[in-house]
């Protein structure tokens, strides 16, 4: 079983990945902002950690993921604002990849968005384009460190029920999946090897997941 630090820990998404970790009897550290938060992370079996990424240094980081297996970034500004869009979405979680090789992390798991890179193609002035880049940043960043790193990259998230099953694959192009099986496909990353150094985009199909998502 391994010690799970997720990064952004009261998002849906990282709500129901934490659930099923916990299910399966991994040891997961959840970060949010806000302390009021805790219940709802107990409640999916993960410890609370009041922790606020934007304001950490590398070093505070790495003490605070001191004993971590693998760290899973979840977290994000929420559109908005592209000041902090930047600085959580880019900034922070590159200090979270540093904090993972100074605290000893081998594994980290980014979850990012279908498209994200340096061809996003999202134009100057359109809202979503700080997000974008922000993310495309960050990935690029990863994919550059000795961290074993995996980028999850899920299309157009909806709240429908998870199906358990994928589009993965050359040729596949963005449409959408559902938040339970983005929980699904971190959940089998994070309890599977074979995943090193590899960039998931998917959306919901007709392939199981375990199928899907043949370990290399």
């Known amino acids: 079983m391994a010690a799970v630090t997720i990064i952004g820990g009261h998002g849906k998404i990282a ?38 990424v934007e304001y950490l240094s590398v070093d ?27 600085a959580v979405d880019r900034d922070a979680a ?9 605290a000893g992390v081998p594994r980290y798991v980014m979850v990012s968005y279908f498209g994200a890179g340096p061809d996003h193609g999202v134009p100057e002035d359109n809202s979503f384009f700080t997000y974008a880049q922000a993310k495309s940043d960050a990935d690029a960043h990863l994919r550059e460190t000795d961290l074993v790193w995996t ?15 994928l589009e993965v694959g050359e040729g596949v192009t963005s449409w959408r999946v559902s938040r339970d099986d983005v929980a699904s496909v971190a959940a089998y990353v994070i309890e599977h090897r074979g995943f090193a150094r590899r960039t998931i985009a998917f959306n919901n199909g007709t392939t199981p997941i375990a199928d899907a998502l043949r370990p290399t």
Do not use: K
Request: proline residues 6%.
């Open 15 to 52: 709500l129901r990945l934490a659930r099923l970790l916990s299910d399966n009897g991994h040891v997961v550290t959840s970060w949010v902002r806000d302390p009021e938060q805790g219940p709802d992370i107990e409640d999916v079996g993960a410890h609370p950690a009041v922790l606020d």
């Open 60 to 86: 505070e980081m790495a003490d605070a993921l001191s004993g971590a297996d693998v760290v899973v970034w979840s977290a994000g500004a929420g559109g908005g604002n592209p000041e902090r869009t930047i």
């Open 94 to 102: 590159i200090r979270s990849m540093e904090a993972c090789l100074a």
């Open 151 to 165: 980028i999850l990259a899920p299309s157009t998230l909806t709240d429908d029920a998870g199906t358990g099953h």
